[in-house]
């Protein structure tokens, strides 16, 4: 059951948000978790079997051991594994509900829903991640409906070209489950060689393939228009365009500044992170927090599950020490 004034809205089912909820619930506050999807809907998002960096005892929220067979564990797994730490702490959640607006009030915060519900707490956080705003290309025609930010499937590209724009890990392994899915696949990359990041043991496959032909990568080169069923790229100074049946523009995310903003959060021009408290992970709005991925801003390399899982049982200790019951 919902109280009437919550001590804790809790924005984001991802899991520094479900961490959050678990620490609020063990501290007997009431709370009560909002997603605009499903659990860990960003991880949802992600390439079906892509195993993680990680390995799963980093992954693990509120003392839930997670065991898989293998080193690390695919998207799959971790959506499976987060389910199931919901249901063992009966997590009160409200799933498929956007959050439009928070405004703080002469005491409470006052939050509202793309649905119309209406909430009323005492402290929010915002948990919502980075992966629903895609960094843009700034090219003409990147919003062609060919074009996506985000892949998952490799089977409705069987025999068809597909460029990937990027060359990061999210591009270099759907250039790799593209290939061995059968598409005809080219990586267009601004930089000469490959990000550092990109995890060590998938570089050997991607540069095999590209040696042998199988895989089309285009160093040093940069989109410079897409056109319907053909992207525009320079090299060095020289243009071209190939035909394409699919563009994958794979180049990160950021958070939603405009949400923040309009909540009185302060955003660093910079890098766009949230200015916060690190100990407390308050923001300059007092009882107005963030947590997980959304507080490295546009550096979202800097904060992983690994940390952000550690976020709210910080922000609950805070909450706690200002009476907060």
């Not at 959640?93 to 005491?107: F, L, T």
């Not at 393939?209 to 410079?224: C, E, H, K, P, W």
């Not at 308050?282 to 800097?302: M, S, W």
């Amino acid at each position: 059951m919902i109280a009437n004034t919550l001590d804790l809205l809790i924005i984001g089912a991802g899991p520094a948000g479900l961490s959050c909820g678990i620490a609020a619930q063990k501290a007997g506050l009431s709370y009560l978790i909002v997603d605009k999807g499903s659990i860990a809907d960003s991880i949802q998002k992600f390439q079906r079997e892509m195993y993680f960096f990680s390995t799963p005892e980093l992954l693990e929220i509120g003392d839930i051991p997670f065991i898989v067979p293998t080193v690390r564990p695919t998207s799959l797994d971790c959506v499976n594994y987060y389910r199931g730490v919901t249901d063992h702490y009966k997590l009160n959640c409200a799933y498929y509900e956007e959050i439009s607006s928070v405004r703080k009030g002469d005491v409470h915060f006052i939050v509202r829903s793309k649905g119309r519900s209406e909430y009323t707490a005492r402290a929010v956080v915002v948990a919502a991640g980075y992966y629903d705003v895609p960094n843009p290309l700034g090219v003409p025609g990147e919003d062609l409906p060919h074009i996506t930010r985000y892949y998952r499937d490799p089977l409705p590209y069987y025999q068809r070209e597909v460029v990937i724009v990027g060359g990061k890990n999210s591009a270099v392994e759907a250039a790799l489950d593209l290939w061995r899915h059968g598409a005809k696949v080219t990586v267009v990359h601004r930089g000469p060689t490959l990000s550092g990041n990109v995890k060590y043991w998938i570089v050997p496959d991607f540069e095999n393939r590209v040696a042998s032909g199988a895989i089309q990568f285009l160093r040093n080169s940069r989109v410079t228009r897409f056109l319907p069923g053909c992207t525009e790229i320079e090299t060095e100074g020289a243009v071209r365009q190939i035909g394409c049946d699919a563009v994958f523009v794979l180049i990160g995310y950021r958070p939603d500044v405009p949400f923040l903003k309009s909540m009185g959060v302060a955003i660093d021009a910079e890098s766009l992170a949230p200015a916060f408290n690190p100990e407390t992970y308050e923001t300059n709005v007092p009882g107005l927090y963030v947590a997980g991925g959304i507080v490295g801003g546009r550096f979202n390399n800097k904060v992983f599950i690994e940390n952000g899982r550690l976020h709210g049982p910080a922000i609950v200790k805070h909450l706690l020490s200002k009476g907060k019951r």
